[in-house]
């Protein structure tokens, strides 16, 4: 199997080209390529990255090729990490607008370059924020099965991480979605919640017990970010450990990514649990952002839908019952080009 | 639609134990089946020959695989019926 991350070169891109080999989900009989630009930092780095993968893991590193242009881009996977982000630098454009505008560009220009030269079984894994406009502009070159944002799949996994933490079980054992958009319009969709063990009224109870509420992300983010400047990231953090779980799930990551440390270890092992069922020939159901034409609330446009999907792409969305809110929410989050 | 080709790979060295598995597995991973296969030392360059059958899109993707692998110092991939193949 081949795999490109394109913005090898940046922090989330390198994490996840790393925890690729790393974690032996590609081996010698495969083949990875680093994605970068010849005239940006990556045309150096890419190099001293591959001979460092291939210093560190020899002969179970993967074929490592290297390319500096969307045109250059083959393989079956390719996850798309390039682009600017948000990093709390003073005066930086923070609105998703600015951020489309900076990041539309290259997502065209590879999902334009895997149009034109790819097999047709490509899939397309986006990282790059905001997903929602980039998930919608690839879909403009590519078969819309074969897109999929992956903001979604992020926000589920940490919600169930944040729902398992405080009932002090497994992750593993909690199922729920976070639909809608990535950002801070995301849905913790508690009506899609179970945790294995927790039936009957006592468990109903308890799981009713952690939807505390407290605010809207958008009211509360601006006390969190005074914290951070003033007191530094554990006020932060301990601001965010009094919320609930949904809330939490929304700006726990806020923090880690204004206070330096980004979020590569968390979305590149996010990547790879999802790689590592679809390289593996399996099924993933999860939560993704796709293009709907319909198919889901009967909504048109992209936004994080409950999906099935493998190494062939989407195979259906999922139908799930929300509660009013939830689908109200959902429906105000909807991109449409 | 299918149609049968045929490539010729040039190696950049010869005689490399498992290199015609290796580039074998870049028609497998993606479901084509190779008919016919040799390799050989031709006017003193070493030379894989194949035939195989699928669709042109996913022929010209494998011919662009093919030229990005490191063991590969060319390649040349044409329909089956047109006379034969200079890398």
């Given at each position: 199997?081949?795999?490109?991350?394109?913005?090898?070169g940046g922090?989330?891109g390198?994490?996840?080209?790393?925890?690729?080999?790393?974690?032996?989900?590609?081996?010698?009989?495969?083949?990875?390529?680093?994605?970068?630009?010849?005239d940006?930092a990556?045309g150096?780095?890419?190099?001293?990255?591959?001979?460092?993968?291939?210093?560190?893991?020899?002969?179970?590193?993967?074929?490592?090729d290297?390319?500096?242009?969307?045109?250059?881009?083959?393989?079956?996977?390719?996850?798309?990490?390039?682009?600017?982000?948000?990093?709390?630098?003073?005066?930086?454009?923070?609105?998703?607008?600015?951020?489309?505008?900076?990041?539309?560009?290259?997502?065209?220009?590879?999902?334009?370059?895997?149009?034109?030269n790819?097999h047709?079984?490509?899939?397309?894994?986006?990282?790059?924020?905001?997903?929602?406009?980039?998930?919608?502009?690839?879909?403009?070159?590519?078969?819309?099965?074969?897109?999929?944002?992956m903001?979604?799949?992020?926000?589920?996994?940490?919600f169930r991480?944040?729902?398992?933490?405080?009932?002090?079980?497994?992750?593993?054992?909690?199922?729920?979605?976070?639909?809608?958009?990535?950002?801070?319009?995301?849905?913790?969709?508690?009506?899609?919640?179970?945790?294995h063990?927790?039936?009957?009224?006592?468990?109903?109870?308890?799981?009713?017990?952690?939807?505390?509420?407290?605010?809207?992300?958008?009211?509360?983010?601006?006390?969190?970010?005074?914290?951070?400047?003033?007191?530094?990231?554990?006020?932060?953090?301990?601001?965010?450990?009094?919320?609930?779980a949904?809330?939490?799930?929304?700006?726990?990551?806020?923090?880690?990514?204004?206070?330096?440390?980004?979020?590569?270890?968390?979305?590149?092992?996010?990547?790879?649990?999802?790689?590592?069922?679809?390289?593996?020939?399996?099924?993933?159901?999860?939560?993704?952002?796709?293009?709907?034409?319909?198919?889901?609330?009967?909504?048109?446009?992209?936004?994080?839908?409950?999906?099935v999907f493998?190494?062939?792409?989407i195979?259906?969305?999922?139908?799930?019952?929300?509660?009013a809110?939830?689908?109200?929410?959902?429906?105000?989050g909807?991109f449409?080009? | 639609?299918?149609?049968?080709?045929?490539c010729?790979?040039?190696?950049?060295?010869?005689?490399?134990?498992?290199?015609?598995?290796?580039?074998?597995?870049?028609?497998?991973?993606?479901?084509?089946s190779?008919?016919?296969?040799?390799?050989?030392m031709?006017?003193?360059r070493?030379?894989?020959?194949?035939?195989?059958?699928?669709?042109?899109?996913?022929?010209?993707?494998?011919?662009?695989?093919?030229?990005?692998?490191?063991?590969?110092?060319?390649?040349?991939?044409?329909?089956?019926?047109?006379?034969?193949?200079?890398?």
């Amino acid at each position: 199997m081949d795999v490109a991350v394109v913005g090898a070169g940046g922090v989330i891109g390198r994490q996840v080209a790393i925890a690729l080999v790393a974690e032996g989900l590609l081996g010698p009989e495969d083949r990875l390529q680093l994605v970068g630009r010849r005239d940006g930092a990556s045309g150096s780095l890419l190099h001293g990255l591959a001979h460092d993968l291939r210093d560190a893991w020899a002969e179970a590193a993967p074929e490592l090729d290297l390319a500096f242009a969307p045109e250059e881009v083959l393989a079956d996977v390719v996850v798309l990490c390039a682009g600017a982000t948000i990093t709390g630098r003073p005066g930086e454009a923070r609105s998703r607008a600015a951020l489309a505008a900076a990041n539309l560009p290259v997502a065209e220009a590879v999902a334009r370059a895997v149009a034109a030269n790819g097999h047709g079984g490509e899939l397309l894994l986006v990282v790059t924020n905001p997903v929602e406009p980039l998930v919608a502009a690839c879909c403009r070159h590519l078969d819309r099965r074969r897109v999929l944002g992956m903001g979604a799949f992020l926000d589920t996994m940490r919600f169930r991480h944040e729902v398992a933490a405080e009932l002090g079980v497994r992750r593993q054992l909690v199922s729920g979605l976070v639909l809608g958009e990535h950002g801070f319009g995301m849905v913790p969709c508690w009506s899609t919640v179970a945790v294995h063990g927790f039936v009957g009224d006592d468990g109903r109870s308890r799981l009713a017990g952690l939807r505390r509420g407290g605010g809207a992300a958008g009211e509360l983010l601006p006390r969190i970010e005074a914290a951070l400047a003033a007191e530094g990231a554990a006020a932060a953090y301990r601001l965010v450990e009094g919320l609930d779980a949904g809330l939490r799930t929304m700006l726990r990551p806020w923090v880690t990514q204004l206070c330096g440390a980004r979020t590569p270890c968390g979305t590149a092992e996010t990547i790879l649990r999802l790689l590592r069922t679809v390289l593996g020939g399996g099924q993933v159901v999860a939560a993704a952002q796709v293009l709907l034409a319909g198919e889901f609330l009967g909504l048109h446009g992209v936004t994080g839908a409950p999906v099935v999907f493998s190494a062939a792409g989407i195979d259906r969305i999922v139908p799930v019952a929300l509660d009013a809110d939830e689908e109200a929410r959902v429906r105000a989050g909807v991109f449409t080009a | 639609m299918s149609t049968s080709w045929r490539c010729r790979i040039e190696t950049v060295q010869g005689d490399r134990p498992g290199q015609l598995a290796r580039l074998g597995r870049i028609f497998a991973a993606r479901g084509v089946s190779i008919d016919e296969a040799s390799a050989a030392m031709r006017d003193g360059r070493p030379r894989i020959e194949l035939t195989f059958r699928c669709g042109e899109p996913l022929c010209r993707w494998l011919e662009r695989r093919l030229r990005r692998s490191p063991e590969v110092a060319a390649v040349a991939i044409a329909p089956a019926a047109e006379p034969p193949l200079t890398p």
